[in-house]
């Protein structure tokens, strides 16, 4: 095992020079990630028992080593995903995602779950840190707009991130959970935990949320 992440480690200094972090990854078929089992999935969902994934579709943005998206794809037949990163990309045939501009994303998001009637999962780490590692630029790894988010503690920046991003691009938080992020390690820690919050949001039309907001939202948390 030693060996092994010694020639990891190795292998990831000289490819550093050409390419970036997640890349090499993709490379060395390293960076395993684990965020939660196909039963857990299923109870945050709220995926009844009689559900036929048939007929079902589901777009998985930034879908890495697609270790994740497997877990979805046990309740959805049709399975769309994106990366940025070209050499994860090529080796599953995916569509390219610039992130640079979360708000915007989120925007496009919103707009795009609206039409469709459609539910949106959304995973972050906190505390946020928030990179960029493809900018369009090529110049910085800085977000062109920073998220106003807020707070010493997770709980604090998860309502900030819902009170001052999600809402008022007009998502209803169904529920959220707060769950560890499990990574492949390396040479110093043979796996790293991550603190991910999941939010469970669904787009409303603007009238509709004017109308919720004055009378208040209801936030369920679910411990998986």
């Known amino acids: 095992m030693f060996l092994f992440q010694l020639y990891y480690a190795l292998m990831s200094f000289i490819l550093s020079f050409f390419l970036s972090k997640t890349s090499i990854n993709g490379i060395l078929n390293r960076g395993e990630m684990f965020l939660f089992s196909t039963k857990q999935l299923r109870y945050f969902l709220n995926i009844p028992t009689e559900w036929n994934p048939i007929d079902k579709r589901v777009l998985d943005l930034g879908a890495g080593d697609g270790r994740v998206t ?32 979360p708000r915007k994303l989120l925007r496009d998001i919103y707009e795009a779950a609206l039409r469709s009637n459609c539910s949106v999962l959304v995973a972050v780490v906190l505390p946020i840190d928030q990179y960029v590692e493809f900018h369009p630029s090529k110049r910085t790894n800085r977000a062109d707009v920073r998220l106003k988010v807020k707070g010493n ?4 920046q998860a309502s ?5 991003e ?10 959220w959970t707060k769950l560890p992020y ?29 109308l919720s907001s004055s009378n ?5 948390s679910n411990e998986l």
């Open 153 to 156: 503690t997770i709980e604090q």
């Open 182 to 210: 499990l990574c492949e390690g390396d040479l110093n820690s043979p796996f790293y935990v991550l603190e991910d919050v999941v939010f469970l949001l669904h787009p409303m039309p603007t009238e509709t949320l004017r």
């Open 216 to 220: 208040g939202f209801t936030y369920v």
């Open 70 to 101: 497997k877990k979805l794809a046990a309740f959805y037949a049709n399975v769309h995903t994106t990366e940025i990163s070209q050499v994860r990309m090529e080796k599953k045939t995916l569509f390219s995602n610039l992130h640079y501009n």
């Open 160 to 164: 900030s991130l819902v009170e001052n």
């Open 166 to 175: 999600f809402i008022p691009l007009g998502f209803q938080i169904v529920r």
